[in-house]
């Protein structure tokens, strides 16, 4: 770590010894105060992007959505009755969410006249229709000729949509992404979001030293460069995935921020907790929002797993974006901050363990007189049986082995000899290995 970084831990543990709080930057104490009033503006980034007419011809929103005149930067949607951030991504991602598949499924389209502020979608019993029997006349007729506004009216205790969902509101992505490094993880995590329908690869931005990887990803329609200051002025959300040992560099070789811009910082490095990212990030920002995930490769098949914990300065808004974002590429789980290393030893290298049995699984078949390519199938197929089957079945996966091994039978000679050789003692070290490295890259 650089001279910088050196005096700013010096200047850190003073602060933690004193019980005050230090601004990394400028080596100001940093009231309580002022962290709240920080976190707060955080709360509220202006949008400017505006509804576009050609959005009104796109088979997978035409149908839906309503522009609204006095609020351009804003669209309506019909079914689910409440307001979406212009933006196309935005509207593609709203397309996919359940509570919008079930109301065009259940409900009637509704268009507001513009000024009507409808701020829920509210179920009211059908006995109670006659007391809003005004209240609909006379937006009706202050209503445009095309415009009419319909108020829906259901028999909640028949509905079987819960005071929860009817308040949950719509969580959706930043309008422009950037990734700080482009190696596997980035990748999978990119062409998962691709995928899903989640982000515009016009409005994503990735850098890389060398053009090894960004080729990977330019006939994606991805922006690449080799700057990184360019990826961190021009996004909402900035993707950290260099190495562990080059990321205090690259932070370094970072400008300032406009006052103005303060991007959503999430990490996927190892070993590197939320109290260093943002000691490290505050050089760029005050008050820089983190959020620590722990992703594995998987995702690109949106079959991954992935665990986040929130920084001091990001908001629950921050949260509720990156749990839209990342179950959408396979399970999510928000855990505090003390197991993100554990989840590195299990999900983060987990595969690599799974690949090797897999390897040595088809090895056995052809060793025993199957061709590759279905030993290797079979092999395959099997891991993905079992671990459907402990996802779905809820049984613990010892009960599921004793299920398969038949008195006297092949499976539990087998078992035997896996037991001999130490397969449990193997996977059970080989968590706990890499849980202890991930800690110790964090300490360099």
Same mark, same amino acid.
Request: glycine content about 8%; overall charge neutral.
């Given at each position: 770590?650089?001279?910088?970084?050196?005096?700013?831990?010096?200047?850190?543990?003073?602060?933690?010894?004193?019980?005050?709080?230090?601004?990394?930057?400028?080596?100001?104490?940093?009231?309580?105060?002022?962290?709240? @009033?920080?976190?707060?503006?955080?709360?509220?980034?202006?949008?400017?992007?505006?509804?576009?007419?050609?959005?009104?011809?796109?088979?997978?929103?035409?149908?839906?959505?309503?522009? !609204?005149?006095?609020?351009?930067?804003?669209?309506?949607?019909?079914?689910?009755?409440?307001?979406?951030?212009?933006?196309?991504?935005? *509207?593609?991602?709203?397309?996919?969410? *359940?509570?919008?598949?079930?109301?065009?499924?259940? !409900?009637?389209?509704?268009?507001?006249?513009?000024?009507?502020?409808?701020?829920?979608?509210?179920?009211?019993?059908?006995?109670?229709?006659?007391?809003?029997?005004?209240?609909?006349?006379?937006?009706?007729?202050?209503?445009?000729?095309?415009?009419?506004?319909?108020?829906?009216?259901?028999?909640?205790?028949?509905?079987?949509?819960?005071?929860?969902?009817?308040?949950?509101?719509?969580?959706?992505?930043?309008?422009?992404?950037?990734?700080?490094?482009?190696?596997?993880?980035?990748?999978?995590?990119?062409?998962?979001?691709?995928?899903?329908?989640?982000?515009?690869?016009?409005?994503?931005?990735?850098?890389?030293?060398?053009?090894?990887?960004?080729?990977?990803?330019?006939?994606?329609?991805? @922006?690449?460069?080799?700057?990184?200051?360019?990826?961190?002025?021009?996004?909402?959300?900035?993707?950290?995935?260099?190495?562990?040992?080059?990321?205090?560099?690259?932070?370094?070789?970072?400008?300032?921020?406009?006052?103005?811009?303060?991007?959503?910082?999430?990490?996927?490095?190892?070993?590197?907790?939320?109290?260093?990212?943002?000691?490290?990030?505050?050089?760029?920002?005050?008050?820089?929002?983190?959020?620590?995930?722990?992703?594995?490769?998987?995702?690109?098949?949106?079959?991954?797993?992935?665990?986040?914990?929130?920084?001091?300065?990001?908001?629950?808004?921050?949260?509720?974006?990156?749990?839209?974002?990342?179950?959408?590429?396979?399970?999510?789980?928000?855990?505090?901050?003390?197991?993100?290393?554990?989840?590195?030893? *299990?999900?983060?290298?987990?595969?690599?363990?799974?690949?090797?049995?897999?390897?040595? *699984?088809?090895?056995?078949?052809?060793?025993?007189?199957?061709?590759?390519?279905?030993?290797?199938?079979?092999?395959?197929?099997?891991?993905?049986?079992?671990?459907?089957?402990?996802?779905?079945?809820?049984?613990?996966?010892?009960?599921?082995?004793?299920?398969?091994?038949?008195?006297?039978?092949?499976?539990?000679?087998?078992?035997?000899?896996?037991?001999?050789?130490?397969?449990?003692?193997?996977?059970?070290?080989?968590?706990?290995?890499?849980?202890?490295?991930?800690?110790?890259?964090?300490?360099?």
């Amino acid at each position: 770590m650089g001279k910088r970084h050196q005096a700013t831990d010096d200047q850190e543990t003073h602060s933690e010894e004193s019980g005050i709080k230090t601004d990394a930057r400028t080596g100001k104490r940093l009231s309580e105060n002022k962290r709240r @009033k920080i976190k707060a503006e955080n709360d509220v980034i202006p949008y400017r992007r505006k509804f576009c007419e050609k959005w009104l011809h796109l088979p997978e929103v035409r149908d839906w959505i309503y522009p !609204l005149r006095n609020e351009p930067m804003v669209v309506w949607c019909k079914f689910c009755k409440t307001k979406i951030r212009a933006h196309l991504t935005d *509207l593609k991602v709203h397309n996919k969410t *359940l509570k919008h598949k079930r109301n065009v499924g259940s !409900l009637q389209p509704e268009i507001p006249r513009d000024g009507f502020k409808v701020e829920h979608d509210i179920h009211v019993p059908a006995s109670s229709k006659d007391v809003f029997a005004d209240m609909v006349e006379d937006h009706e007729d202050e209503a445009d000729s095309d415009t009419k506004v319909v108020i829906h009216f259901s028999d909640v205790e028949n509905s079987d949509v819960t005071s929860t969902e009817m308040a949950e509101r719509e969580v959706l992505n930043p309008a422009n992404i950037g990734f700080i490094g482009c190696g596997n993880m980035a990748q999978a995590l990119l062409k998962a979001f691709v995928k899903e329908g989640l982000v515009d690869p016009s409005q994503v931005v990735a850098s890389a030293p060398s053009d090894r990887n960004l080729s990977k990803i330019r006939p994606m329609g991805v @922006k690449t460069t080799n700057d990184n200051n360019r990826v961190v002025c021009e996004s909402d959300m900035v993707f950290l995935c260099v190495k562990p040992h080059l990321l205090s560099d690259v932070i370094e070789g970072l400008d300032p921020l406009e006052r103005n811009h303060n991007p959503l910082f999430v990490s996927v490095i190892t070993g590197f907790d939320l109290h260093t990212l943002e000691q490290m990030l505050s050089s760029l920002v005050d008050g820089p929002r983190v959020v620590r995930t722990m992703p594995n490769t998987p995702c690109m098949v949106g079959q991954g797993c992935c665990v986040y914990t929130l920084g001091s300065y990001a908001t629950a808004g921050d949260g509720s974006v990156m749990n839209s974002m990342l179950k959408s590429i396979g399970v999510c789980a928000h855990v505090p901050e003390y197991q993100i290393d554990a989840a590195c030893g *299990l999900a983060g290298s987990g595969p690599a363990y799974i690949y090797a049995a897999i390897e040595a *699984l088809a090895d056995g078949g052809v060793k025993m007189g199957l061709p590759r390519h279905l030993a290797q199938t079979l092999a395959a197929q099997t891991v993905k049986g079992a671990a459907t089957m402990v996802l779905e079945t809820g049984k613990h996966p010892g009960q599921l082995k004793d299920e398969v091994c038949s008195p006297g039978g092949t499976t539990i000679t087998a078992m035997h000899v896996l037991e001999r050789n130490g397969l449990r003692n193997a996977l059970i070290s080989a968590v706990e290995a890499s849980t202890t490295r991930s800690k110790e890259l964090g300490k360099h």
